[in-house]
């Protein structure tokens, strides 16, 4: 098998070149892929292929962020209103 070096920028768009160019490139092969020696070396190289995994944010932040915009503060506070006069009247079933 012939190794075709890449320049580094063009390791970043290995999608736009030829399936046999990116697979040279890598040094592996379509058919048998890495070997066990190979894909530890690389693993020891460039540690495990994986995403850290962001901090959760507690719910009840989450859910009060909700409440940023004025008008989602303004209809809020037109239902606490007429809840309030409903509890005071009491006319009807429910508002």
């Keep these: 098998m012939s190794v075709i070096t890449l320049q580094e920028s063009e390791l970043t768009f ?3 070149v030829s399936g046999r160019r990116a697979l040279a490139a890598l040094g592996t092969d379509a058919q048998r892929g890495l070997s066990e020696e190979e894909a530890r070396s690389r693993r020891r ?3 495990r292929n ?3 995994a962001e901090k ?3 719910v009840l932040p ?3 962020a ?3 915009d004025a008008l989602a503060i303004l209809l809020l506070v037109a239902t606490l209103i007429s809840a309030a006069l409903w509890l ?3 006319e009807s079933a429910l508002p």
């Design 88 to 90: 005071y009247k009491r």
């Design 66 to 68: 909700q409440f940023q």
């Design 56 to 58: 959760p944010i507690p």
């Design 45 to 47: 190289r460039h540690d």
């Design 62 to 64: 989450r859910f009060l």
């Design 50 to 52: 994986e995403l850290t």
């Design 14 to 16: 290995l999608s736009a």
